[in-house]
Structure formats: structure tokens, C-alpha cells
């Protein structure tokens, strides 16, 4: 089956710009969560999704936001993009079926921040 | 909040000997799971681990969690090229925490041939 696909792979925007990335996950997979992997502050827990709602955030600040569709896709959004909001960000689903609750990641996109 | 340190940051070896990384939560877990992600890629699920005291094993790659569910050991046996990457060890703490895992900072490992 096909794996969890994020769009773009890599985007390049400028200070104070906002941008969405898109996140498919597995299908039939409704828990959708995103990370942002820095190499200094390793992978953080931006929010998850389920079934269309919020059920966890992380500690970052109100520019991260995001949402998930009735087809389980999520997106997510930063406004008045910052320097140090340049990343990767991954976008990882799970099915919470049988015992193991293991995430599937996406490829990822890479932010750049100029 | 809940941390997950990991050592060693780094760790070099010669293809063929063993590797081993080390996962401590400053709090309690609900599970661990352990992740592998190979130089430009993403993570990839390798196990998760519930109950106090498990071990399981992958081939070469023997996995534990503690007893107190604090922490954890990735052990490789006989490494292999292919073993290049970094293995990140990533808890939950259960209750509302819903997707929510707390990734350790990774362990670097690089295999010489």
C-alpha cells in the first residue's frame, strides 16, 4: 500500500511569508502527526490529528497551526515565517490497530527560510 | 515536560562489532518505540515496547525496556554496513498524550568496513 506522502518535498520562502504543506497519510490511518527535525533541537512534536480534531499540541508557538480533513489529509500552516523556522518537517500516521502503535513517516519537507 | 536522553551521540565502529545505545525518560512511559533513520531519509518504525522489562529481538538487534518503563537499550550484534543511520529512541507517556512521542537526540552510527 502506498506510504505517507508529503507535498511539497522542498519549499524555499522568504521572512514573514506564511506556508501550507500537505501530509496524506496511510490509508485508513486517522492519527496524523507532525514533527520538526532541526539538527539542534533533534525531532519536536508539533500536533496530532484525529478524526478531524486537535488532541495534542506541542510547545510552539500559535504560527504552527494545522488542520485534518474528513479523508484523514492534514495540513499545516506557519505564519510570518522566521529564520529559525528553517527544517524538516514530517508528517507521521498511525493506525492504533493491533499492539503496535509504530508511526509511518513521509518523506518530509524540507522548509528553507531566507 | 517529559525528556528522553540518549547516548552516545556518536559512535564509530568497525563493521563486525557490536553497537549499543542508551534511551533514560526523566518520567515514566507508557511504551518506547525505537526508530531508525538513514543519512537523508526519515524515521522508519523498527519495535515498540510496552510492558516493564521486555525484550525483543530483530536478527541482529536485541531491544529492552527497563523495569521501571524509564529506559531502554538498542543492542546490534555484528555490525554491518547497512547499519548505518541514526537510531532514535522515541516514548509516550500514555493518558492524553495522544500522538505525541518524545524523541532522544539520536545516536549517530557510522559502520567502517
Known amino acids: 500500500k502506498a506510504g505517507v506522502t508529503q507535498t511539497p518535498r522542498y519549499l524555499i520562502k522568504t521572512r514573514g511569508q506564511q506556508v501550507t504543506l500537505s501530509c496524506s497519510p496511510i490509508?485508513?490511518?486517522?492519527?496524523v502527526s507532525w514533527y520538526q527535525q532541526t539538527p539542534g533541537q533533534g525531532l519536536q512534536f508539533l500536533f496530532e490529528?484525529?478524526?478531524?480534531?486537535?488532541?495534542n499540541k506541542g510547545n510552539f508557538p500559535g504560527r504552527f497551526s494545522g488542520r485534518q480533513f474528513s479523508n484523514s489529509r492534514s495540513e499545516m500552516n506557519v505564519s510570518t515565517l522566521e529564520l529559525g523556522d528553517s527544517a524538516l518537517y514530517l508528517c507521521?500516521?498511525?493506525?492504533?490497530?493491533?499492539?503496535?502503535?509504530?508511526?509511518?513517516f513521509g518523506s518530509g519537507t524540507r522548509l528553507t527560510v531566507v | 515536560g517529559q525528556q528522553v536522553m540518549q547516548i552516545p551521540q556518536y559512535q564509530h565502529v568497525q563493521e563486525g562489532e557490536d553497537f549499543t545505545t542508551y534511551c533514560n525518560s526523566s518520567?515514566?512511559?507508557?511504551?518506547i518505540q525505537w526508530y531508525k533513520q538513514r543519512p537523508g531519509g526519515h524515521p522508519v518504525f523498527l519495535i515498540q515496547?510496552?510492558?516493564?522489562?521486555e525484550v525483543k529481538k530483530q536478527k541482529r538487534l536485541t531491544f529492552q525496556f527497563g523495569e521501571a518503563k524509564k529506559n531502554s537499550s538498542l543492542h546490534i550484534t555484528a555490525t554491518q554496513t547497512t547499519d548505518v543511520g541514526t537510531y532514535f529512541c522515541?516514548?509516550?507517556?500514555?493518558?492524553?498524550?495522544?500522538?505525541?512521542?518524545?524523541f532522544g537526540q539520536g545516536t549517530i552510527l557510522t559502520v567502517h568496513p
Open positions: 507521521a500516521s498511525t493506525s492504533f490497530a493491533g499492539t503496535s502503535y509504530g508511526y509511518t
Open positions: 490509508s485508513g490511518h486517522r492519527s
Open positions: 490529528y484525529f478524526s478531524e480534531t486537535q488532541r
Open positions: 518520567t515514566t512511559l507508557s511504551n
Open positions: 515496547l510496552v510492558k516493564s522489562g
Open positions: 522515541a516514548g509516550t507517556a500514555g493518558g492524553t498524550s495522544y500522538g505525541k512521542l518524545t
